[in-house]
């Protein structure tokens, strides 16, 4: 089921905020989480709105990724509330969102997700200095740039790598999937793409869009992904070419401090109690005394690659390369550069897509009698 929402002018961000508006208005849905403008703050960050008036304060298309909101969700649909809460969130959050459901972090029963075409974000450094050197509404620039497929920034500025290298940047896993592509139509084309997406939108009273609104939204994705294909295939490789022997990747973690922000960035680092934050790297005195003498010397803090590995194990089947994890690192190190590229060679062995389907259980989930006999024999 397609509709069409009108667009004004070009005004995308706009016409999300009507939609936006449409859905609060029905009788079963009591608030919209959305990325929401706020008084004094520089960055955009994760809000809730329960008062329509309130809805245009809320800047959906803003190059401004300051986390991935669906810890929040997590914690906003724990329990039920007996109303619907409305979750515009971008891709990569909804994918993660029906991760952390999946692995029953959150509840999806009464959420309804709303997603939009993705032109990425900056880094949260790069976010302050871009709204500080264009001159009007950064969201809006953002998205004349996007429109005029001029995105050239400000010079040492560029989008975050995750976003570059960023594939899935369409809504395809949302409930109600909004093509905020289709700039050149006059209209967005709003797709139910679930059962849940079907019966709210069939409310919305929309008219329904012909094939042409999405033809057009078809040409400008199909260009950007392929510009995201090359930049992430040149990752990967650069990346790979950067960890291939034990050696190298412990000099790609050398300037690590071992703080965990990219862990606590992370939706996918699911663990209620992370094994690094409890007593079991508490290590004795004098086993470092120990380790110091046998060695000459040791580097400090201790189990730096050991911490990546374990969070590789646990969640590469699961990342949804949102980049966080490198936005928290404070010494600039190329953590979704190395995570998104193991990630999708495990995703691939697996013949799995994290986030794609609340249906689809993740691999570590499933006990299969015979799997990879090349390895287990
Ligand atoms: S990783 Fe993809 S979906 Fe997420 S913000 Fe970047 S472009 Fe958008
Ligand atoms: S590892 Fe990094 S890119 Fe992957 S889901 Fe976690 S924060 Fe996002
Ligand atoms: S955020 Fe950076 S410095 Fe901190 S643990 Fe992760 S990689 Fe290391």
Same mark, same amino acid.
């Given at each position: 089921?397609?509709?069409?929402?009108?667009?004004?002018?070009?005004?995308?961000?706009?016409?999300?905020?009507?939609?936006?508006?449409?859905?609060?208005?029905?009788?079963?849905?009591?608030?919209?989480?959305?990325?929401?403008?706020?008084?004094?703050?520089?960055?955009?960050?994760?809000?809730?709105?329960?008062?329509?008036?309130?809805?245009?304060?809320?800047?959906?298309?803003?190059?401004?990724?300051?986390?991935?909101?669906?810890?929040?969700?997590?914690?906003?649909?724990?329990?039920?509330?007996?109303?619907?809460?409305?979750?515009?969130?971008? @891709?990569? *959050?909804? =994918?993660?969102?029906?991760? +952390?459901?999946? %692995?029953?972090?959150?509840? $999806? /029963?009464?959420?309804?997700?709303?997603?939009?075409?993705?032109?990425?974000?900056?880094?949260?450094?790069?976010?302050?200095?871009?709204?500080?050197?264009?001159?009007?509404?950064?969201?809006?620039?953002?998205?004349?740039?996007?429109?005029?497929?001029?995105?050239?920034?400000?010079?040492?500025?560029?989008?975050?790598?995750?976003?570059?290298?960023?594939?899935?940047?369409?809504?395809?896993?949302?409930?109600?999937?909004?093509?905020?592509?289709?700039?050149?139509?006059?209209?967005? @084309?709003? *797709?139910? =793409?679930?059962?849940?997406? +079907?019966?709210? %939108?069939?409310?919305?009273? $929309? /008219?329904?869009?012909?094939?042409?609104?999405?033809?057009?939204?078809?040409?400008?994705?199909?260009?950007?992904?392929?510009?995201?294909?090359?930049?992430?295939?040149?990752?990967?490789?650069?990346?790979?070419?950067?960890?291939?022997?034990?050696?190298?990747?412990?000099?790609?973690?050398?300037?690590?401090?071992?703080?965990?922000?990219?862990?606590?960035?992370?939706?996918?680092?699911?663990?209620?109690?992370?094994?690094?934050?409890?007593?079991?790297?508490?290590?004795?005195?004098?086993?470092?005394?120990?380790?110091?003498?046998?060695?000459?010397?040791?580097?400090?803090?201790?189990?730096?690659?050991?911490?990546?590995?374990?969070?590789?194990?646990?969640?590469?089947?699961?990342?949804?390369?949102?980049?966080?994890?490198?936005?928290?690192?404070?010494?600039?190190?190329?953590?979704?550069?190395?995570?998104?590229?193991?990630?999708?060679?495990?995703?691939?062995?697996?013949?799995?897509?994290?986030?794609?389907?609340?249906?689809?259980?993740?691999?570590?989930?499933?006990?299969?009698?015979?799997?990879?006999?090349?390895?287990?024999?």
């Amino acid at each position: 089921m397609i509709r069409k929402l009108p667009l004004e002018k070009g005004n995308v961000p706009g016409a999300v905020r009507n939609l936006l508006r449409l859905l609060l208005a029905l009788d079963d849905v009591d608030a919209v989480m959305a990325p929401l403008r706020t008084p004094g703050a520089r960055m955009i960050m994760p809000g809730m709105v329960s008062d329509p008036e309130r809805i245009e304060a809320i800047d959906p298309v803003s190059p401004c990724f300051p986390l991935n909101a669906a810890q929040l969700l997590s914690k906003l649909a724990r329990k039920p509330t007996g109303a619907f809460l409305v979750a515009c969130l971008r @891709p990569c *959050e909804i =994918r993660a969102a029906i991760e +952390r459901a999946k %692995l029953h972090q959150g509840s $999806l /029963e009464e959420v309804i997700l709303v997603g939009m075409d993705c032109g990425g974000a900056f880094s949260n450094r790069d976010y302050q200095t871009f709204s500080g050197t264009v001159s009007g509404d950064p969201a809006e620039a953002f998205c004349q740039a996007i429109q005029a497929d001029e995105l050239r920034f400000p010079e040492g500025l560029s989008l975050a790598s995750a976003c570059q290298a960023c594939t899935a940047f369409t809504p395809d896993a949302a409930d109600i999937a909004l093509g905020t592509f289709a700039w050149e139509s006059g209209f967005l @084309p709003v *797709e139910a =793409r679930t059962e849940k997406g +079907r019966r709210f %939108l069939e409310r919305l009273h $929309l /008219e329904n869009a012909g094939m042409e609104v999405c033809e057009k939204r078809n040409v400008v994705v199909s260009d950007i992904r392929d510009r995201r294909i090359a930049f992430r295939d040149a990752m990967f490789e650069k990346t790979r070419a950067a960890v291939d022997s034990p050696e190298k990747l412990a000099a790609y973690f050398s300037n690590c401090v071992l703080c965990t922000n990219c862990r606590v960035a992370c939706p996918i680092c699911y663990c209620r109690e992370c094994v690094f934050m409890t007593d079991v790297f508490d290590h004795e005195p004098l086993q470092y005394r120990n380790w110091s003498r046998k060695s000459g010397a040791i580097r400090l803090p201790r189990d730096v690659l050991f911490f990546h590995l374990t969070r590789l194990v646990h969640m590469s089947t699961g990342c949804v390369g949102c980049g966080q994890c490198s936005n928290a690192c404070p010494n600039d190190i190329g953590v979704t550069e190395l995570f998104c590229t193991i990630a999708a060679g495990s995703q691939q062995a697996f013949g799995y897509f994290s986030g794609r389907s609340i249906d689809e259980p993740p691999p570590m989930t499933v006990f299969e009698t015979s799997e990879f006999p090349e390895v287990v024999g």
